[in-house]
Nanobody, 120 residues
Framework: VQLVESGGGLVQPGGSLRLSCAASGFTFSSYTMNWYRQVRGKERELVAAVTPAGGSTNYADSVKGRFTISRDNAKNTVYLQMNSLKPEDTAVYYC??????????????WGQGTQVTVSS
């Protein structure tokens, strides 16, 4: 199983970045895909989620209206489009795949993370 994030970097406040996460080694289209972020010394925070077929999304209040999660099941890839970035969005962003059966998470995979820094 592999989740490989890309697209992080340094951007000025108000700018945009698009993160990608390429998945392999599991049935991507059966998994809920999530983006988390973590600042050193703080707990990991769920930023956005998309259901297996892509029909439903969910966002943290802090990113609603600015971030968009999407997926391409044909390419086994999930994306996070981040617009109007703020310094407080600075964090390591992680891709996460979860398989849920009867309400229980039975499989849980993580990428290695990609750094996003918002600074002038």
């Amino acid at each position: 199983v592999q989740l490989v994030e890309s697209g992080g970097g340094l951007v000025q406040p108000g700018g945009s970045l698009r993160l990608s996460c390429a998945a392999s080694g599991f049935t991507f289209s059966s998994y809920t895909m999530n983006w988390y972020r973590q600042v050193r010394g703080k707990e990991r925070e769920l930023v956005a989620a998309v259901t297996p077929a892509g029909g439903s999304t969910n966002y943290a209040d802090s990113v609603k209206g600015r971030f968009t999660i999407s997926r391409d099941n044909a390419k086994n890839t999930v994306y996070l489009q981040m617009n109007s970035l703020k310094p407080e969005d600075t964090a390591v962003y992680y891709c996460n795949a979860q398989f849920t059966y009867l309400g229980y998470v039975t499989s849980d995979y993580w990428g290695q993370g990609t750094q996003v820094t918002v600074s002038s």
